[in-house]
T-cell receptor, first 110, second 112 residues
Framework: GIQVEQSPPDLILQEGANSTLRCNFSDSVNNLQWFHQNPWGQLINLFY???GTKQNGRLSATTVATERYSLLYISSSQTTDSGVYFC????????????FGGGTRVLVKP | DGGITQSPKYLFRKEGQNVTLSCEQNLNHDAMYWYRQDPGQGLRLIYYSQIVNDFQKGDIAEGYSVSREKKESFPLTVTSAQKNPTAFYLC???????????FGPGTRLTVL
């Protein structure tokens, strides 16, 4: 099946810093989503972005489908940005299933 | 409110007992999914259903069973055959024809 790799696995930031999270995938995709998992376990939808660039406040994302990667940008980080960020894709032979990466654990220090 | 609800939030069971986790959605979505998450790990697919009265095994279906008798409901039963059932279970749904997938708040199952 399709493989999804996220980097870095862990990220420690000082409040106000910017950062970039990366998601690489092994096959063509027709869906790519970024999620933020909060401390209570809830998965919050950040972006639905199979291609192109989107922005939502301090967060933005870019997917380059032809090169099989996506980037999530966090600008002016806040302590509430802490948590785990997951990339998930749907595509390849398993077109009906969303496959998750291992996540990037982010800690923003005040 | 539109959304996905899961109950209970926390569940404790003794070894050898079957337990059923509830998932309900009022988004009129055709597809529903069950995932398992272990501490520090990503999500793994247990079962999914694209339409009422039909479902398929995911990557880790052994020891689990599901039913899809209604569009709104997709309960998951964790059977005594599941060797290591303690985990966080997440239900999700998606409209047919592709698009964004949404998740419920999850159920934490602990086997005592």
């Amino acid at each position: 099946g399709i493989q999804v790799e996220q980097s870095p696995p862990d990220l420690i930031l000082q409040e106000g810093a910017n950062s970039t999270l990366r998601c690489n995938f092994s096959d063509s995709v027709n869906n790519l989503q970024w999620f933020h998992q909060n401390p209570w376990g809830q998965l919050i939808n950040l972006f639905y972005i199979p291609s192109g660039t989107k922005q939502n406040g301090r967060l933005s994302a870019t997917t380059v489908a032809t090169e099989r990667y996506s980037l999530l940008y966090i600008s002016s980080s806040q302590t509430t940005d802490s948590g785990v960020y997951f990339c998930a894709v749907r595509g390849g032979a398993a077109g009906n299933k969303l496959t998750f990466g291992g996540g990037t654990r982010v800690l923003v220090k005040p | 409110d539109g959304g996905i609800t899961q109950s209970p939030k926390y569940l404790f069971r003794k070894e050898g007992q079957n337990v059923t986790l509830s998932c309900e959605q009022n988004l009129n979505h055709d597809a529903m999914y069950w995932y398992r998450q272990d501490p520090g790990q990503g999500l793994r697919l247990i079962y999914y259903s694209q339409i009422v009265n039909d479902f398929q095994k995911g990557d880790i279906a052994e020891g689990y069973s599901v039913s899809r008798e209604k569009k709104e409901s997709f309960p998951l039963t964790v059977t005594s055959a599941q060797k290591n059932p303690t985990a966080f279970y997440l239900c999700a749904s998606r409209a047919s024809g592709g698009g964004e997938q949404f998740f419920g708040p999850g159920t934490r199952l602990t086997v005592l």
